[in-house]
């Protein structure tokens, strides 16, 4: 039979974002794959360079947009390491407490729209009234649903609300309960199974040498988590366990991020207890001065400091929901960042793809696709 | 289930009352030579609409007046059901999406997402234009089939936003297809979406044809 | 691993290419090498059990560029940096996609945004930027314009 070359993408219900995958099919059959990305790059890298410290964290929850406090984190760590400044012990346990919900909040977000790519409608429903949810809680202290700017270098921006804690546990109560009425909805389903078990296998070995990292390399039996593994913030402090399996398919990568919301609900609970027993500052004390200006004065006058802060070099590997991050901030001295070299894990994990496609059909394209968490933000950046 | 709460009156006897000026249909039949009953499809509930719709027929075929009565059926039927294109560009896309959740239900208004541009009479421009994809907006937006509409959402579509200076983005959608409403915010919220769509209903209906 | 025994387990497959070995926070060591010993570098690194490499990035320091591997080990659960220093006008060096597939995709973002040419690379092609794209923009000499002298430059892709 012959060979062609199809596009899907870069307007494809299956891409959930903008991007383009190419693919040569025999008959049904994948034999070959070549994605494209690139559809969404904003030179965040570059303008990064032309703004301040606290200024590149605007542009940081728009890299991913599903998971823009966990990118704020990761973006922060690294700074606060290139620019020499702690923050206080407050603010490490509230960005862990960001970082879990937005776990929570890119989980389900992933949740409902995979169900959609495997054909069950109603959990789509149920995913996104929940994640509302955890979009209130964001909105209850940062303002914004999406694009939060929170954090600032040398701690957060602002401290919970009053009553915030014991709203969050009620949410978080509530989410326990659904997250059995999700496995339900799906794994109950004939129709999941048929379409998602033994599919886009990726061994243990492959995922490895081909750089993939999150739920997919966890899903094939490498219990790797940076929170674990190379504990930052205060991810030391607190119990939890990795989330893992072993069948290296589009069923595993979904246990893993089912068990993964539930060990992060099992964190937040501890976070809250701690927050509602330590009131303290959530800002370091000893600022630059021209760090503490949000915006450059007329004068400019305070910036004269800047010439006598020390250079360094800052770098930082988070957890995020899609796998490891990473951040590679040059301080050269001066107000604004030498160069920001963010790594995505979207990034590799599409550029494996041929790895996980090859040999399936076409029809096997929307699950697999789905199950791999594609957020075309943070990839191309 | 108790008794129906609603209490609104049978419909279809408001063809004989008059309706505000804008609406209005009349006008002489070249062939008829008599007034043709006009047909008021202000109506919002497809249950009042079926039996307009139905008369506003019947006097198409008997009174052949094809230009002055089936426009105004299309108007309201076409700005009540505006088909967006299904597609997610940046961070909008997902405010885009919630807009559809449980929450807000965008459909109510008879907005349903669509996958394929033919299909489609309204083009929501969801994120950040680069120029690597500007002419596969373009292509796109030729594809969808006349009349059509645009809407640019978030202060990226509308002017390039937070990256406006970056060397890969298009500042401003209107530099590659006209928008018929802008919505600001970064992102909008879904409330805003719902608004900017009932905005371009309002200019639809103000469209003359 | 620390930089000592790190430097004594490289030190003999690399001579004199390996520049030094040196503490940097973060990580396990940061490794300087010149390029004409990087595949021997690169063996040796994976050798040693760092089997995950997680980026490449290119930092141009305007006088010269400065190349940079991120290598991760699941048994000493440490990162480790390689970098080499490349002269601006000849800015090349041997690919790491033999060693570790996942090298493929960023090299070919750092070649088209920071202008650094990797030999030998399988697929040396644009990524995030359109096909035919001239400029590099990440290089130090790549200024930020304002959108309008912007569209003239770009409106050709
Ligand atoms: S307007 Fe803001 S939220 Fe919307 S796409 Fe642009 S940066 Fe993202």
């Given at each position: 039979m012959s060979e062609m070359w199809i596009n899907m993408g870069p307007q494809h219900p299956m891409t959930h974002g903008l991007w383009n995958l190419r693919v040569k099919i025999d008959g049904e059959v994948i034999v070959d794959v070549d994605p494209e990305l690139g559809y969404l790059h904003r030179g965040i890298e570059k303008i990064s360079e032309d703004r301040h410290y606290n200024e590149v964290v605007t542009l940081m929850d728009r890299t991913c947009y599903v998971a823009g406090l966990a990118w704020e984190h990761l973006y922060i760590i690294a700074s606060e390491k290139a620019l020499h400044i702690e923050p206080p012990e407050r603010a490490e346990y509230l960005r862990v407490m960001c970082e879990e919900f937005q776990r929570l909040g890119s989980h389900i977000m992933w949740f409902s729209a995979f169900v959609v790519d495997i054909g069950l409608l109603t959990p789509l429903l149920y995913g996104m009234r929940d994640r509302d949810l955890v979009l209130d809680l964001f909105q209850s202290y940062t303002g914004a649903r999406m694009t939060y700017e929170y954090m600032r270098v040398g701690g957060v921006r602002n401290d919970l609300p009053p009553g915030f804690t014991d709203r969050a546990r009620t949410v978080l109560d509530w989410l326990m309960a659904r997250f059995d009425e999700y496995d339900k909805l799906t794994l109950g389903s004939d129709i999941f199974h048929k379409r998602c078990d033994n599919l886009g296998i990726l061994k243990a070995n492959d995922c490895i040498a081909h750089g993939v990292t999150g739920p997919m390399l966890r899903s094939a039996g490498v219990k790797r988590d940076l929170r674990k593994d190379r504990p930052y913030a205060a991810y030391d402090r607190v119990e939890f366990d990795v989330a893992g399996a072993d069948s290296a398919d589009v069923t595993g990568r979904y246990l893993v991020r089912m068990e993964e919301m539930r060990q992060s609900v099992r964190i937040l609970r501890q976070v809250l207890d701690w927050l509602d027993r330590n009131p303290g500052p959530v800002m370091a004390r000893e600022l630059p001065r021209w760090l503490g200006a949000p915006y450059a004065p007329v004068g400019r006058e305070g910036y004269l400091l800047k010439r006598n802060y020390p250079k360094g070099v800052g770098f930082s590997s988070i957890e995020e929901p899609h796998g490891e991050a990473q951040a590679y901030i040059v301080n050269e001295g001066g107000e604004h960042p030498y160069r920001v070299k963010l790594k995505s894990p979207v990034f590799s994990n599409i550029s494996a793809a041929r790895q996980y496609l090859v040999g399936y059909r076409v029809a096997d394209i929307p699950p697999i696709m789905g199950s791999v968490d594609v957020c075309i933000g943070e990839s191309d950046r | 289930m108790s008794a129906s709460p609603s209490v609104r009156p049978a419909p279809v006897a408001r063809s004989m009352t008059l309706p505000p000026e804008s609406l209005r249909l009349e006008g002489e039949l070249p062939m008829a030579g008599a007034a043709v009953p006009f047909v008021e499809i202000e109506a919002l509930r497809a249950r009042e609409f079926i039996p307009a719709a139905k008369e506003a027929l019947g006097s198409l075929i008997s009174n052949r007046s094809r230009e002055t009565l089936i426009g105004p059926v299309f108007n309201w039927a076409g700005r009540n059901s505006l088909f967006p294109l299904h597609w997610g560009l940046a961070c909008c896309a997902i405010e885009f999406a919630a807009a559809f959740g449980a929450r807000w239900d965008a459909e109510r208004f008879g907005v349903v997402a669509r996958s394929s541009p033919r299909q489609?009479?309204?083009?929501?421009?969801?994120g950040t234009v680069t120029w690597k994809v500007a002419h596969k907006l373009i292509t796109l937006y030729e594809q969808m089939p006349e009349p059509k509409w645009v809407i640019a959402m978030g202060n990226c579509a509308t002017g390039g936003g937070p990256f406006r200076t970056a060397y890969s983005v298009v500042p401003g959608v209107d530099k590659l297809v006209p928008v018929d409403v802008y919505i600001a915010g970064c992102p909008p919220r879904p409330e805003a979406l719902l608004d900017g769509i009932l905005t371009l209903e309002k200019l639809i209906r103000e469209r003359k044809e | 691993m620390g930089p000592e025994e790190l430097r004594a387990a490289l030190a003999p497959a690399l001579g004199p290419s390996l520049v030094g070995v040196e503490p940097f926070e973060g990580f396990a060591a940061r490794v300087r090498f010149r390029r004409e010993g990087a595949t021997e570098l690169f063996r040796a690194v994976h050798g040693l059990g760092n089997t995950h490499l997680s980026m490449v990035a290119g930092i141009d320091w305007v006088d010269h560029r400065e190349v940079l591997y991120i290598v991760w080990s699941d048994a000493a659960k440490q990162y480790t940096l390689l970098s080499a220093d490349l002269p601006a006008d000849d800015p090349h060096i041997e690919t790491a996609s033999g060693v570790w597939p996942s090298a493929n995709w960023h090299e070919r973002e750092t070649w088209e945004l920071v202008d650094i040419t990797f030999d030998h690379h399988p697929d040396l092609r644009h990524l995030l930027t359109p096909d035919g794209y001239e400029f590099r923009p990440l290089l130090r000499s790549f200024k930020i314009h304002e959108p309008e002298e912007l569209e003239v430059k770009v409106r050709h892709v």
């Open positions: - | 489609c009479d309204l083009m929501i421009v969801n | -």
